[in-house]
């Protein structure tokens, strides 16, 4: 699929995940197959107020391409100004947040809450479509809640202000993570706007992949929680995608990958190192006498500690 002139071979995707998408993480995926990443969302008005946090989140300059940034506010012209000001940072294109349910950040007015004004979805589409010269695309959810189903709505607004790809996450705001998202949405918006349309939810194997794509029609998949501690999950679906065999990694395989993990992380200095311990407790999961592990890595801090741990788990 393209968006723009950017192509994603078989448009599988890693969705935004904000405390998980660093780019330790963004890399791993990638190397696993994940053919676009897309970083943590970032404050429009952070950047606008030279947040300092806003370097760490938006550095794309070892990711594989392509990748974009996502960035999160609900005034067009903070959100124009910041798209401006990340261009420093090389991204392949900018991803609109119009879908995180976090209290904190609905109670501002952006996230999900703009799907409640869809011309205002435009006019923030059209501000940062007029600020840069890369593709603009938007992430949404079905509707901010059950009596409020609007995606179809949204994802014309948007087209019509230039926006080049919608993802799609078939559950409203008020379901959160709960419940099973709504594919037929999705089906909805993929047959109401002629730009590409990202299915999001509930993708957790090839299979569930495979039937996103051939339920709703939609031009690929973004993946999520599905590949947390399972970044494999991506070879799997190319290879789904693609009529080829899949073998799972071996135990050595995935203890490397792992490793290379911890690895990449070290480039944020030991402070760094802490988003670890949810990494590899996700890893971990479900594993003989790792529940016992997991308790030492709530206390571990250096990146020696953690291979030692992982180590026992995995052998060397």
């Given at each position: 699929?393209?968006?723009?002139?950017?192509?994603?071979?078989?448009?599988?995707f890693l969705a935004?995940?904000?405390?998980?998408?660093?780019?330790?993480?963004?890399?791993?995926?990638?190397?696993?197959?994940?053919?676009?990443?897309?970083?943590?969302?970032?404050?429009?008005?952070?950047?606008?107020?030279?947040?300092?946090?806003?370097?760490?989140?938006?550095?794309?300059?070892?990711?594989?391409?392509?990748?974009?940034?996502?960035?999160?506010?609900?005034?067009?012209?903070?959100?124009?100004?910041?798209?401006?000001?990340?261009?420093?940072?090389?991204?392949?294109?900018?991803?609109?947040?119009?879908?995180?349910?976090?209290?904190?950040?609905?109670?501002?007015?952006?996230?999900?809450?703009?799907?409640?004004?869809?011309?205002?979805?435009?006019?923030?589409?059209?501000?940062?479509?007029?600020?840069?010269?890369?593709?603009?695309?938007?992430?949404?959810?079905?509707?901010?809640?059950k009596e409020h189903?609007?995606?179809?709505?949204?994802?014309?607004?948007?087209?019509?202000?230039?926006?080049?790809?919608?993802?799609?996450?078939?559950?409203?705001?008020?379901?959160?993570?709960?419940?099973?998202?709504?594919?037929?949405?999705?089906?909805?918006?993929?047959?109401?706007?002629?730009?590409?349309?990202?299915?999001?939810?509930?993708?957790?194997?090839?299979?569930?992949?495979?039937?996103?794509?051939?339920?709703?029609?939609?031009?690929?998949?973004?993946?999520?929680?599905?590949?947390?501690?399972?970044?494999?999950?991506?070879?799997?679906?190319?290879?789904?995608?693609?009529?080829?065999?899949?073998?799972?990694?071996?135990?050595?395989?995935?203890?490397?990958?792992?490793?290379?993990?911890?690895?990449?992380?070290?480039?944020?200095?030991?402070?760094?190192?802490?988003?670890?311990?949810?990494?590899?407790?996700?890893?971990?999961?479900?594993?003989?006498?790792?529940?016992?592990?997991?308790?030492?890595?709530?206390?571990?801090?250096?990146?020696?500690?953690?291979?030692?741990?992982?180590?026992?788990?995995?052998?060397?």
């Open positions: 699929m393209k968006i723009s002139d950017l192509t994603i071979k078989n448009g599988i935004p995940m904000a405390g998980v998408t660093d780019y330790p993480f963004r890399e791993i995926c990638a190397s696993q197959g994940a053919e676009c990443v897309v970083s943590e969302m970032v404050s429009a008005k952070a950047v606008c107020y030279g947040d300092k946090k806003t370097a760490i989140l938006a550095t794309l300059e070892r990711d594989k391409r392509p990748a974009g940034i996502q960035i999160f506010g609900s005034e067009p012209y903070f959100m124009a100004s910041a798209s401006e000001k990340l261009m420093n940072y090389a991204p392949d294109f900018f991803d609109i947040n119009m879908g995180c349910p976090v209290k904190k950040v609905v109670s501002s007015g952006d996230g999900s809450a703009l799907m409640k004004n869809p011309f205002k979805c435009g006019e923030i589409v059209k501000a940062v479509k007029n600020a840069v010269n890369i593709p603009v695309t938007v992430k949404i959810r079905a509707g901010f809640d189903i609007n995606a179809e709505e949204v994802a014309k607004y948007c087209e019509e202000a230039g926006a080049s790809a919608v993802f799609v996450h078939g559950r409203t705001r008020d379901m959160m993570y709960s419940g099973k998202a709504d594919r037929y949405i999705i089906k909805k918006v993929k047959n109401s706007v002629s730009i590409p349309v990202v299915g999001n939810g509930d993708i957790y194997s090839a299979a569930d992949a495979l039937s996103m794509l051939i339920e709703t029609g939609c031009d690929g998949v973004m993946v999520a929680r599905g590949c947390l501690g399972n970044p494999w999950l991506f070879g799997e679906i190319v290879a789904a995608m693609e009529g080829k065999g899949y073998s799972p990694p071996t135990l050595k395989e995935t203890g490397d990958v792992v490793r290379r993990h911890i690895e990449l992380q070290t480039i944020y200095g030991e402070s760094g190192l802490l988003p670890l311990r949810k990494q590899l407790a996700w890893y971990t999961k479900g594993m003989h006498g790792s529940a016992a592990l997991r308790n030492r890595l709530n206390t571990a801090s250096g990146a020696e500690e953690f291979l030692d741990i992982i180590n026992i788990i995995y052998g060397k």
